[in-house]
């Protein structure tokens, strides 16, 4: 996703912010690679045109993407927007004919794991009323990208069993994934639900 330019520093990339200096080849482009610096681009419209190309020819199932032209920095930049899918996962339609889905990853994308794909499949639970456990926990994993269950308790502070309640409820309401490593993470959803508490709304 290309984010809108609202601060006077660009944003850092991360599960919700890509930034793009050119369009990589469409398949890559469809997956999702990067420093932020703001150079614009020559000709808004092709790059929109293949944008919104990509959007409905290379994924499946295709995804609603809002455009937009704008100026900043003295530059022409565009801002893309990629609308929550409908029916996750959304798989990328490779050249030669597999589909493999991607998950973001902090500020990477890579390919889902098998205990993702089924996660994203079932989709996220109703968003729980969340406890002071469960945001440590969240909090914990955004400082730390991945852990290991068993280092979780530790890194939010909290005691085994009460580390391993709030696991159950972030993992069943979608916030909480877990590769086929063993390794968690936080999803999207929940790096949307810790940005928001941070900005004052529960």
Same mark, same amino acid.
């Given at each position: 996703?290309?984010?809108?330019?609202?601060?006077?520093?660009?944003?850092?990339?991360?599960?919700?912010? #890509?930034?793009? #200096?050119?369009?990589?080849?469409?398949?890559?482009?469809?997956?999702?690679?990067?420093?932020?610096?703001?150079?614009?681009?020559?000709?808004?419209?092709?790059?929109?045109?293949?944008?919104?190309?990509?959007?409905?020819?290379?994924?499946?199932?295709?995804?609603?993407?809002?455009?937009?032209?704008?100026?900043?920095?003295?530059?022409?930049?565009?801002?893309?927007?990629?609308?929550?899918?409908?029916?996750?996962?959304?798989?990328?339609?490779?050249?030669?004919?597999?589909?493999?889905?991607?998950?973001?990853?902090?500020?990477?994308?890579?390919?889902?794991?098998?205990?993702?794909?089924?996660?994203?499949?079932?989709?996220?639970?109703?968003?729980?009323?969340?406890?002071?456990?469960?945001?440590?926990?969240?909090?914990?994993?955004?400082?730390?990208?991945?852990?290991?269950?068993?280092?979780?308790?530790?890194?939010?502070?909290?005691?085994?069993?009460?580390?391993?309640?709030?696991?159950?409820?972030?993992?069943?309401?979608?916030?909480?994934?877990?590769?086929?490593?063993?390794?968690?993470?936080?999803?999207?959803?929940?790096?949307?639900?810790?940005?928001?508490?941070?900005?004052?709304?529960?």
């Amino acid at each position: 996703m290309l984010p809108m330019f609202q601060q006077a520093r660009p944003a850092r990339e991360g599960p919700e912010i #890509e930034w793009k #200096e050119r369009l990589p080849a469409p398949a890559r482009l469809a997956r999702i690679c990067d420093s932020g610096e703001v150079v614009g681009v020559a000709d808004a419209e092709a790059v929109r045109a293949e944008l919104v190309r990509i959007a409905d020819e290379l994924l499946d199932p295709p995804v609603d993407l809002a455009t937009r032209r704008r100026r900043a920095y003295g530059l022409v930049l565009l801002e893309a927007r990629v609308a929550r899918a409908r029916r996750p996962p959304v798989h990328v339609l490779l050249p030669c004919g597999r589909r493999v889905a991607y998950v973001r990853d902090g500020s990477m994308s890579r390919p889902a794991g098998r205990r993702e794909l089924q996660a994203l499949k079932r989709g996220p639970a109703r968003a729980p009323s969340l406890d002071e456990g469960a945001w440590r926990v969240l909090a914990a994993l955004a400082r730390a990208r991945a852990l290991a269950a068993a280092s979780i308790a530790r890194a939010a502070r909290l005691g085994a069993r009460a580390a391993r309640r709030s696991l159950v409820r972030l993992k069943q309401a979608g916030l909480v994934l877990e590769r086929d490593d063993g390794a968690l993470w936080l999803s999207p959803a929940g790096h949307e639900r810790l940005a928001r508490r941070k900005g004052g709304k529960r």
